[in-house]
């Protein structure tokens, strides 16, 4: 069994920052890409940024140069720094990781329960 914990989420001004972690446990033979989602009020859920397991990063246009995500691979853990935020940045912001539960080989996808993210003065 794989959980995704996700913290950090809250209420911040616009212009201000916050870091959201999202730690993996239990049965966990390797973790591949972890991603950052959002989904805003009333849209659909989309990709925010990707670290993949060799180190390359990858960012949606609208947060580019704002947030940046990074592992710390001893804790099984993904970190989001966001930076410069915006109101429209206002999500639930969810973590999702590809894990190998086992040496078989196979990969699943695993997402954490979402924390909420507002920004509004």
């Known amino acids: 069994q794989v959980q995704l914990v996700e913290s950090g989420g809250g209420l911040v001004q616009p212009g201000g920052s916050l870091r959201l972690s999202c730690a993996a446990s239990?049965?966990?033979?390797?973790?591949?890409?972890m991603d950052w989602y959002r989904q805003p009020p009333g849209k659909e859920r989309e990709l925010v940024a990707t670290?993949?397991?060799?180190?390359?990063?990858k960012y949606a246009d609208s947060v580019k140069g704002r947030f940046t995500i990074s592992r710390d691979n001893a804790k099984n853990t993904v970190y989001l720094q966001m930076n410069s935020l915006k109101p429209e940045d206002t999500a639930v912001y969810y973590c999702?990781?590809?894990?190998?539960?086992?040496?078989?080989?196979?990969?699943?996808?695993?997402w954490g329960q979402g924390t909420q993210v507002t920004v509004s003065s």
């Open positions: 999702n990781a590809h894990i190998s539960p086992s040496s078989n080989g196979m990969v699943f996808s695993y």
């Open positions: 670290s993949t397991s060799g180190g390359s990063t």
């Open positions: 239990g049965t966990i033979f390797s973790i591949y890409a």
